[in-house]
């Protein structure tokens, strides 16, 4: 093919690269300069031990049944004054294994007493596979980077809790 | 939903969702009437081979006798135009054998019903083969059955009629055993070549559920000296609360 | 007229080697394994050609690197669960890989999505219909020797994988269909942000347009290669824009009308060329389509609940529903069989790229090998939407 008629597309393409060359840069120095993502994202699960009733629903409707738990029975005193001891569950254990979650959100869907929430943190890869099972102080710790529920868009009928 | 078999099973699900009660079931036909046509169409071709048809959430499903299958596809072919094949794939209706013991009211353990139903258009046996043709210029589609042998599962190969059932064929094979009569090549698709069983057989066990415990069988451990029985059931009232 | 003995035994060696290409994988031909790790296959797709020369035979592709075994899974799975599950057969495009099944599932059990919860999922449909085009904009130039696209593809569909992830927290899985609506409404401010990375996709439209349209390169790489007749393509079953690229007017979309698709008014691009050029034109196309169809859907956005009324166990009762949609990579449908248990009973999942695949032994005899790689890229499977 002759080259004249191969220089009006390359010049055109050229063209673009160098308005291109002018632009700032889209992406992001990663261990220096970190990207936000957005609230709602899904990054790690948050455990509120103090709401968990070890109601199992977590457990049961995962997926991927990467959820462990176990609990006991214990006392605690009545709620009212005079009232009789209830028995309330105590959590043992907790534990998510992150190297089989989904990361599809329906334990933090179940949950009926608000337990579990997303965080979206996103650091926390780790050399050996094991590690990656978070117990409930690694699951706790996660609570305070717990964004705050965003206002919803124009229109919408307050936020649809699932089923 | 049209009446066929299933219906009498829908009641006890029905009741139990309000959106569903008012689902106009009872005065949907059979055959809706942009169906007539159509129908009017195969069963000239295929005459009694055509073992029953209906229409299904706005969709013809028409059951032919195993031995029409190949002319079933020269027949939608051919007075349909339907020229493009969607896919081919079977079901195997009968249950899974000894589930789990799970608790079939729980969410999450969908633990199948013991008894064997039938779906759109019935079936006489445990497999079927299904198939969905479509027509690009006439925009419609037509979902096409047959009964499957079950001791000696085989059917005619549609590669001669739609070139690109091989591959669908292939998989049907490999998936329930059923032979197609004329396939060029049946090999397995998917599976590496020494692999035997035919996984979406019902009574082939995945082994991943089957090894683990269902998480939902753990329960909270009860309080020493048994105090625990008439407590705890805190729990179970704000989970049965706790949704509304 | 006489035949020396050489005349003859020439002429009786061409013939014998004619009659050897004929005969698949037995020759002597070289036999030239293409992938599983390729980077022209998108994954783990392998290609074995058997070669002439620098022609190509006979190709047989080998898939199921990746079969995961999903309509085997689903059926141990309930319903919320299995949406998890077919995010991942798609992964381009997951949001639209949900669509149908959801559908399928409101169809037996007569529940219908309010209007508002129909209306976001259009868009996001379409927006990862636009993630899913953008990217293949981009890579298709870098399978042909354009190394620049693939910067800028990858580049706008994070603008457009950033609005999945605001809406719904996922930027590649979403999760966001619910049987009965969605999961939430979308964030405040989510609207007048994508209103404003839609103008940025117009923009990177038409320098896909300088890019490579006008790249004589391109062109004589793309044009005329791999030609697919439309009759053919359907017998394969192959849907979506490879089959429109063939010049079949045939979008689901507009003729099996679903979600809010009747409201819209859109046009459906075919090209007749049936090359991978035009496979290429008809997406460029298709994703401004696709923009212009947000736009317009935002602006007439419904207000009201994005979730309709639904039991909190989700139980569907026993019937069956085949449900199709058109998806970005094809007709992508779920033929879903219910027992009236927590879980469907068998899920068959048509998946696009699947068909769309299988028409490679037919496409790939007679060409180079260079042109195989031009021909994968133009076709645009996702190997988990072929191996399920």
């Known amino acids: 093919m002759p080259l004249q008629i191969k220089t009006p597309g390359l010049i055109k393409g050229l063209g673009v690269t160098l308005r291109h060359l002018f632009k700032p840069a889209v992406t992001v120095q990663y261990p220096h300069e970190r990207e936000d993502p957005p609230q709602r994202a899904r990054g790690v699960i948050a455990l509120k031990e103090e709401n968990c009733t070890v109601c199992m629903l977590c457990a049961r409707e995962c997926p991927d049944w990467c959820i462990y738990i176990e609990g006991h029975k214990v006392k605690a005193p009545p709620r009212r004054a005079g009232g009789k001891p209830r028995t309330v569950s105590a959590l043992d254990r907790f534990d998510i294994d992150y190297a089989l979650c989904m990361y599809c959100g329906i334990c933090v869907e179940v949950c009926p007493f608000d337990a ?26 996660w609570m305070e980077t717990v964004p705050e529920p965003q206002p919803l868009e124009v229109g919408a009928e307050g936020p649809s809790k699932w089923r | 939903m049209p009446d066929d078999d299933l219906t009498d099973a829908e009641e006890p699900a029905a009741a139990e969702e309000p959106a569903a009660a008012d689902e106009p079931a009872a005065e949907e036909p059979a055959i809706l009437p942009e169906h007539v046509g159509m129908l009017a169409k195969l069963q000239a071709d295929l005459g009694d081979a055509l073992v029953e048809a209906v229409s299904n959430h706005g969709d013809l499903v028409v059951r032919v006798r195993n031995d029409a299958w190949h002319a079933a596809a020269l027949a939608a072919r051919s007075r349909l135009d339907c020229e493009y094949l969607s896919f081919i794939s079977g079901i195997d209706w009968t249950s899974r054998p000894d589930p789990p013991n799970w608790d079939p009211d729980a969410p999450s353990s969908p633990v199948q019903p013991k008894e064997v139903t039938y779906g759109a258009a019935g079936s006489d046996g445990r497999f079927q083969v299904f198939a969905v043709v479509e027509s690009t210029d006439d925009k419609i589609q037509v979902i096409l059955k047959t009964d499957v042998d079950e001791a000696d599962p085989h059917v005619a190969s549609w590669t001669d009629v739609y070139p690109g059932a091989d591959w669908h064929e292939r998989e049907c094979w490999e998936m329930f055993g059923v032979r197609f009569d ?33 998480p939902g069988l753990v329960d909270v451990e009860a309080m020493p000296g048994g105090a625990g029985e008439e407590a705890g059931d805190e729990t179970a009232e704000a989970v049965a609360e706790g949704g509304e | 007229m006489a035949v020396t003995e050489q005349q003859q035994q020439a002429f009786i060696g061409k013939h014998l080697a004619e009659a050897q290409v004929a005969v698949e994988l037995q020759d002597e031909d070289m036999v030239l394994n293409i992938g599983p790790q390729h980077p022209a296959t998108h994954g783990t797709l392998r290609v074995v050609v058997k070669l002439d020369g620098e022609r190509v035979v006979a190709a047989d592709p080998v898939i199921g690197y990746m079969h995961r075994g999903y309509e085997k899974l689903t059926e141990y799975r309930s319903y919320p669960q299995v949406t998890t599950l077919i995010n991942r057969i798609d992964w381009l495009s997951s949001f639209a890989n949900e669509v149908p099944f959801i559908h399928a599932g409101e169809q037996i059990m007569g529940i219908e999505a309010p209007p508002r919860a129909v209306y976001i999922r259009t868009v996001l449909t379409e927006l990862s219909r636009i993630a899913t085009f953008l990217l293949f904009l981009g890579e298709m130039g870098a399978q042909v020797g354009a190394i620049t696209p693939v910067f800028y593809g990858f580049r706008d569909r994070e603008y457009v994988l950033n609005l999945i992830e605001a809406a719904t927290g996922g930027r590649f899985h979403p999760n966001f269909n619910r049987i009965g609506g969605l999961k939430d409404d979308v964030p405040a401010g989510w609207i007048a942000e994508t209103r404003r990375m839609m103008d940025k996709v117009f923009e990177s439209c038409d320098t896909f347009e300088n890019l490579l349209e006008g790249n004589e390169i391109f062109l004589a790489r793309t044009k005329g290669i791999g030609i697919i007749p439309g009759d053919v393509g359907k017998g394969y079953g192959v849907s979506g824009s490879n089959l429109r690229a063939s010049g079949v007017d045939w979008d689901l979309r507009r003729d099996a009308p679903y979600l809010a698709y009747p409201e819209v008014d859109f046009k459906v691009w075919t090209h007749p060329g049936g090359d991978s050029w035009s496979r290429y034109w008809v997406r460029l196309q298709e994703t401004r389509e696709a923009a212009r169809i947000v736009v317009d859907l935002l602006d007439r956005l419904p207000s009201g609940p994005v979730m309709a009324k639904v039991p909190r166990i989700i139980k569907v009762p026993p019937g069956e529903s085949w449900v199709r949609v058109e998806n970005p990579l094809g007709e992508m449908g779920y033929y879903v069989v219910s027992k009236g248990a927590t879980g469907p009973f068998r899920v068959k999942i048509r998946s696009a790229s699947f068909s769309n695949v299988s028409i490679l032994p037919w496409l790939l005899k007679g060409v180079y090998v260079p042109d195989l790689i031009t021909i994968l890229a133009s076709l645009y499977f996702i190997l988990g939407d072929i191996d399920r």
């Open chain 2, 182 to 214: 004329g396939h060029p090549s049946l090999r397995h698709i998917y599976l590496p070549g020494e692999f035997e069983g035919h996984p979406l057989r019902k009574d082939f066990p995945l082994l991943s559920r089957e090894v683990k415990p269902w």
């Open chain 1, 116 to 141: 579990l929430f997303w965080t979206p943190e996103y650091e926390y890869s780790e050399p050996n596979i094991a590690d990656l099972l978070h117990d409930k102080g690694k699951l706790g710790a």
